[in-house]
């Protein structure tokens, strides 16, 4: 079973407690099954409750109480209030909300424009300032012409052919791709669809694509096949990525937390020693550095090398010449 980050789990102890709230007394199977969960999920979550609040003395913290079979909690109006939001939150919500609707592809315009139109409605006039702001995705380094291949693919439906270069192995592979949507994020730009030779959904960065053709065949993904929640992060590993292990010290385990993970075990000396898979290491080459000792690359053996050799030309002694 894969092990729940602390970032989900928050966000479902978040949306639980506003639910609980307003529903006192609820029984205990009833709430589970609202909140889609099992009974022991939400026994957990609520004992957990009894830490969280506003502060540290016991009149700041949340209560909970299912002893005889019926959830009530209390002291949580804090975060029980519907959400407001500052002019601010609202301008950059609605420039955000307007960015996404020029992305290509999309497919969940109606939902987005609604939205839209419901916060511009309630944001009135301070509104106004989001209307003069200007956004550029720009091209993140791929060829128009690829690009626009690409987006046709997406619209007439017609089958692709790739030529991609895998980082983690230094090697090109050829694909063909059912196109589904072509997205940008995190400053690059993406091709999802369903990848003919993994026989699932997969993301290729668009970058990495040496070579892209349009080919005159039908591009319709297989029935039931739908774009993939893409959550906080494009990043999606796949059995193509280069599978790492690494060793994180008690000041670095917030690191599986953070990042998608295969497997985690806990060690008898605190540490925590996890694998991951990634289609390119320069990120986590950066972040081993920083972590300063924290966090080891068990394997593989090169990029355990490389970062070594990163280091200590880091700490090197600097020579200057001297007029």
């Not at 919500?93 to 987005?112: N, S």
């Amino acid at each position: 079973m894969a092990t729940e980050t602390a970032t989900n789990r928050l966000a479902r102890l978040l949306t639980m407690v506003p639910w609980l709230v307003n529903r006192q007394g609820i029984e205990l199977e009833e709430a589970a099954r609202g909140l889609d969960v099992t009974v022991e999920q939400l026994e957990s979550d609520l004992n957990l409750l009894f830490l969280c609040g506003y502060g540290q003395m016991p009149d700041e913290l949340i209560e909970a109480d299912w002893e005889e079979g019926r959830v009530f909690v209390g002291n949580a109006e804090t975060i029980s209030r519907p959400l407001r939001l500052g002019v601010d939150e609202a301008v950059t919500l609605i420039v955000g909300l307007k960015t996404l609707l020029e992305v290509p592809g999309l497919t969940e315009r109606d939902a987005i424009e609604r939205a839209l139109g419901k916060l511009e409605a309630a944001a009135g006039s301070a509104a106004e300032p989001a209307t003069r702001v200007s956004v550029d995705l720009g091209d993140g380094g791929v060829d128009s012409e690829l690009l626009a291949r690409a987006r046709a693919g997406v619209q007439e439906h017609r089958r692709l052919h790739l030529t991609y270069h895998v980082p983690g192995r230094d090697e090109s592979t050829e694909r063909d791709v059912d196109p589904m949507r072509v997205i940008a994020a995190e400053g690059h730009w993406y091709l999802e669809g369903w990848c003919h030779r993994a026989e699932g959904v997969r993301v290729f960065r668009l970058d990495r694509v040496e070579a892209l053709d349009l080919l005159d065949e039908d591009g319709t993904p297989p029935e039931g096949v739908a774009p993939r929640e893409l959550g906080e992060s494009i990043f999606s590993p796949t059995e193509d990525d280069l599978l790492v292990t690494v060793r994180l010290l008690p000041g670095a385990l917030w690191v599986s937390d953070y990042y998608p993970v295969e497997s985690s075990v806990d060690e008898e000396d605190g540490s925590r020693t996890i694998t991951l898979r990634t289609a390119d290491t320069a990120w986590i080459e950066r972040l081993v550095l920083r972590m300063s000792g924290h966090a080891v690359v068990v394997a593989p053996r090169d990029l355990t090398e490389r970062i070594a050799a990163r280091a200590l030309a880091a700490l090197a002694p600097q020579t200057h010449d001297v007029d």
